[in-house]
Nanobody
Framework: QVQLVESGGGSVQAGGSLRLSCVVS????????LGWFRQVPGNAREGVAA????????AYADSVKGRFTASLDNAKNTLYLQMNTLKPEDTAIYYC??????????????????????????????WGHGTQVTVSS
């Protein structure tokens, strides 16, 4: 069982910044896809960013490219999401997620020139409880 605990959400004005953190339970940290997703009540969960704990390119949603950066601190088993130039449409509950993909799937995606982990909610099994981000205009 993977446990994920998010923190760092809050309220900010448009143009501001926030950094979200997600602590991943220690014994399950390696060889994982980790991702950030967001959801507005009544809407489908939207992918934000996804990366592989073993390295490789990070996948981002087009709506956040150039503004958001996902990163790992392997010593702390922590995933971060640095969010800059925030917009009101970024308002949502942000979730951290994890999955244990097969090595073959990782290899296929890398051979195809893709990021190892897709930024798609259907590919993730374990989820945190979420943290609210509110951006006012």
């Amino acid at each position: 069982q993977v446990q994920l605990v998010e923190s760092g959400g809050g309220s900010v004005q448009a143009g501001g910044s926030l950094r979200l953190s997600c602590v991943v339970s220690h014994h399950t940290y390696s060889k994982k896809c980790l991702g950030w997703f967001r959801q507005v009540p009544g809407n489908a969960r939207e992918g934000v960013a996804a990366l592989w704990t073993g390295g490789g390119a990070t996948a981002y949603a087009d709506s956040v490219k150039g503004r958001f950066t996902a990163s790992l601190d392997n010593a702390k088993n922590t995933l971060y999401l640095q969010m800059n130039t925030l917009k009101p449409e970024d308002t949502a509950i942000y979730y951290c997620a994890a999955d244990s993909p097969s090595p073959r799937l990782i290899a296929i995606r890398e051979e195809a020139g893709l990021s190892p982990c897709p930024v798609e909610a259907d590919h993730f099994t374990y989820w945190g409880h979420g943290t609210q981000v509110t951006v006012s205009s």
